[in-house]
């Protein structure tokens, strides 16, 4: 054995200093890229952070300061707005469903063991690649441009991105079905669309709903902003009502409310079917 | 007796799922009509504006060139896309067109070409049609066409205009104008002023000096980087803009809620009180939303990335409080036993007990964040002014850009797709890189609680 002039203990104590090293540069070079990145986005921005902060306040006092006197109307705007939300939860709902169906299909064709055409899983893959990664808006704002606004766009857009995001997820479950049933319903001679409507889909739904849930609150979220670029629903009002200026904030301040309530309300919900279907579903 | 029970609960169980089997399906389908309703899909069949789609598909991949006169003074000019940045220097044309005294004579291709003849006449030889021609009388355009008109050609009193396969004419009054379409994006590398437009790369890398003030290299990237046309070096800053507003959100979120989610986990706060009242703030954050979030914030900070960087902080600040306490809930206690029946301090008990089981799950769930924010950063930066979302919408504005909002979205996809490989890199770097192989599951608990374990994917943005 050679003799390399150092006790397991000293050649212990160095590799922990070397690996403490390196953690302590990594971290110290983080912490500069944050901070200088805090720095540029600051120079960047049209007002700075430390001047703007004191007036962080001023446009919600200007909400409350106008909802506050008018308080007897607030009421009658909830209401007025009820439709638009209304519009806002079908536009998430529907891309949700229809972008959903789309996923099981797109995903069945892009999972090992399962695929239709073993061959084309890579351009499956691709495709459900590209999908994620358009932004909604990208597509929202063309297709306001051929269909004018309204919620279609909208619905649309959210549609093709939730299709390639819950594909992902729902290939990430089908990996892990067991492919007994599967075998068992070939061995009898049934088609592709029978194995997997009768040999998988029973054994994923439940995982399949949870993600879908997620995804709706997500998407809720997503066509509030889609509808401030001008693709309808609560958003397209929000941003009526924020043109109107200070002093007449008494109707933004109603669609804060509905849109603060409706996403509280999905998240909790979401939250708790999800919690209740894990640990119903925990075999 | 016991069989005929069995029959029953099974017939009964059948009817159930048959019912269900058709309930459900019948039910989506009523929403799905009801939708229809609700969203006028008929009415939006009609409003659809088909003739903009066309102009889209075609802006996209090809560009056009504009010949006007202006028929007052009679001065004949080019420009791409009409553009002033796009223009030829005054008195030349494209080599398809050539000017003679007051004549110019236009070719567009195919047969097809266009004269400007004096007295603000217009000549155009359509192959297997004829020859159009037009002109200008006291306030009338007067053409040759008879009343059979073609519905390529629109003829109105003030205004005439013929779109045929090879380009586009039109006259009125002020002025006539011709547009001759070219596959490509236009002037993409240098504008028409640059010394280098027209030279081809070997030329540029290899050939001789064109400009006596630099190498050729450095001059072009100049002009290249400060195309007017394209803007390139601009658009580089935005994506560098909205990457930025990304990485500064996710991670700002995360080093914040890191210390609050300890606040709010059930076995790190003993506090009801603290433990309610940080899961309400957690609630806040997320229920106030990115878009709420900017409108506040562009209102105290004007627009630009800090705002859009907040923004994402703000609500993720929400997301990885809840998700960072719940992984705080299902530590494994007995690794913090060891630590502390050693005789460690308190804050070696975090160091060495708690830290190494979440940071694995933690990281994860940052990097998932990521990739998502980077679109987010796409979307807030269009409302609040910044980065690549705010050039996107503004070429669309313009309505007639859509080669370079075509470029844009190339260039989304790809930044997007690029982050998400990074982030899935640097996650199996990281995770797989330290201790712990996988995302830790507690060991110590039954099987419920390994299914909450899996918090990883069922959080994914």
Known sequence: ?283 | MATAELYMSADRLFTRKKLFGFAFPAVIAAYLIYVFLAFDFVGLVERARWDNAQTLTRDTWSYKTHITRDNRTGDVTAAIEGERKGSYPEGTLPDWASQNDATTVISLGSGHEVTFLPDNRLRYVVPEFGTIEAGIEGRQVVTNLTDDIPDWISLSNTRLAITTDEGRVSLTRSRTEVFNYFPGWELFFFTLDSPYHGHSFGEILFGEQLTPEHSNISGAVHDFWNNTMWRHGDVVWALFETILMAFLGTFGAAIISLPLGFLAARNFTPFRTVRFGIRRVFDFLRGVDALIWTILLSRAFGPGPMTGALAILLTDTGSFGKMFSEALENVDEKQIEGIASTGAKPIQHYRFGVIPQITPVLLSQVFYYLEANTRSATIIGAITGGGIGLLLTQAMITQKDWEEVTYYITLIILMVMMMDSLSGWLRRKLITGSDAEKPRRPKSQSADSEEKGKLEPLFLP
């Open chain 1, 1 to 283: 054995m050679a003799y390399t002039g150092l006790s397991p203990k000293e050649s212990y104590t160095a590799l922990i200093q070397r690996k403490r090293l390196y953690s302590g540069v990594m971290l110290a070079i983080f912490i500069l890229l944050l901070v200088s990145g805090f720095m540029l986005a600051n120079d960047r921005n049209a007002g700075g952070f430390w001047s703007g902060l004191p007036q962080i306040f001023d446009f919600p006092a200007g909400v409350i300061g106008d909802a506050v006197p008018k308080l007897d109307q607030l009421p009658g705007h909830l209401l007025t707005f009820l439709p638009a939300l209304v519009e806002t939860i079908n536009i998430a709902a529907v891309s949700t469903l229809v972008g959903g169906l789309l996923a099981v299909v797109l995903s069945l064709l892009s999972t090992r063991g399962l695929a239709r055409w073993p061959r084309l899983i890579p351009v499956f893959r691709r495709v459900m690649d590209i999908m994620r990664a358009i932004p909604e808006i990208v597509i929202a704002l063309v297709l306001i441009f051929v269909l004018s606004g309204g919620p279609v766009p909208a619905m649309l857009a959210i549609t093709f991105h939730t299709a390639g995001a819950l594909g992902k997820l729902f290939s990430e479950v089908n990996e892990n079905a067991d492919l007994k049933p599967v075998e068992g319903l070939s061995s009898v001679g049934a088609t592709w669309s029978q194995r997997m409507w009768l040999g998988v889909i029973p054994q994923v739904v439940p995982n399949y709903f949870s993600y879908a849930l997620l995804r709706f609150e997500i998407n809720i979220r997503a066509s509030a902003i889609l509808g401030f670029v001008g693709a309808g629903g609560i958003g397209y009002e929000l941003k009526n009502a924020m043109s109107w200026g200070l002093g007449k904030y008494d109707e933004a301040a109603a669609i804060f409310i509905l849109l603060f309530g409706t996403i509280v309300f999905f998240d909790q919900l979401s939250g708790y079917v999800r919690n209740a279907l894990t640990h119903k579903g925990g075999h």
